[in-house]
């Protein structure tokens, strides 16, 4: 049997009012996290590798080309190696 892949999604910082450690313009890859999306929070990877909840309101929800998601997830890949 093959094993299923999760879609990774990317979120754009749109805010960071009270978030300052969050940059705008930023790509930041979302963990999935029905709680706290109840709450209105999105789950984020920073770029010390671990996740954080932030407010959903600071972030835009983006669809990438494959392409992109594929470059994004070797980039990620990288960085956990290190």
Excluded at 8 to 25: P, Q, S, V
Excluded at 47 to 74: C, H, K, M, W
């Amino acid at each position: 049997m093959a094993a299923v892949r999760k879609k990774k999604r990317y979120l754009l910082c749109i805010h960071n009012t009270g978030c300052e450690d969050l940059e705008l313009r930023k790509l930041y890859e979302q963990i999935p996290d029905r709680r706290a999306a109840r709450e209105a929070y999105v789950r984020v990877i920073d770029e010390s590798g671990e996740d954080y909840l932030y407010p959903a309101a600071n972030f835009a929800a983006l669809r990438l080309p494959l392409d992109v998601q594929r470059a994004l997830a070797r980039r990620s890949r990288k960085r956990s190696a290190a």
